[in-house]
């Protein structure tokens, strides 16, 4: 199943971008992509992307967690996530907040 489809079934979410791929290749090449790849998502300061970059982060940790020999990315991915749901609280108002916590809820 992919990304998108488990969103679509567990959450009936319609994924909006490739952030799940994006940080897939970014694991390839170690923490510093994953961490190359945050900074470039946070370029983007839409709502919406926003949510989904911290939906992902937060399914990366998960995924990375199971992997118990690999569990450094799930601390990464823990560490991106608390930053990213930091901003998003502290920035996002009205209407954009709202879509945010309906969204990670």
């Known amino acids: 199943m992919t990304y998108k489809e ?3 079934s567990e959450f ?3 994924v909006i971008t490739t952030y799940w791929e994006d940080f897939s290749i970014a694991e ?3 923490a510093k992509a994953i961490v190359d790849t945050y900074k470039r998502a ?3 300061t839409d709502y919406k992307m926003m949510t989904e970059l911290t ?17 450094d990315f799930a601390r990464l991915y823990n560490e991106l996530w608390l930053n990213c749901d ?9 209407e954009e907040l709202q ?3 309906r969204t990670t809820d």
């Open 12 to 14: 009936g979410y319609d």
């Open 99 to 101: 879509y945010f916590l």
């Open 55 to 71: 939906m992902v982060l937060n399914h990366k940790i998960w995924e990375w967690y199971r992997k118990t020999d690999l569990q």
């Open 6 to 8: 488990y969103c679509k």
């Open 86 to 94: 930091k901003r998003c609280n502290e920035t996002l108002k009205g």
């Open 28 to 30: 390839r090449f170690g």
């Open 42 to 44: 946070l370029l983007n």
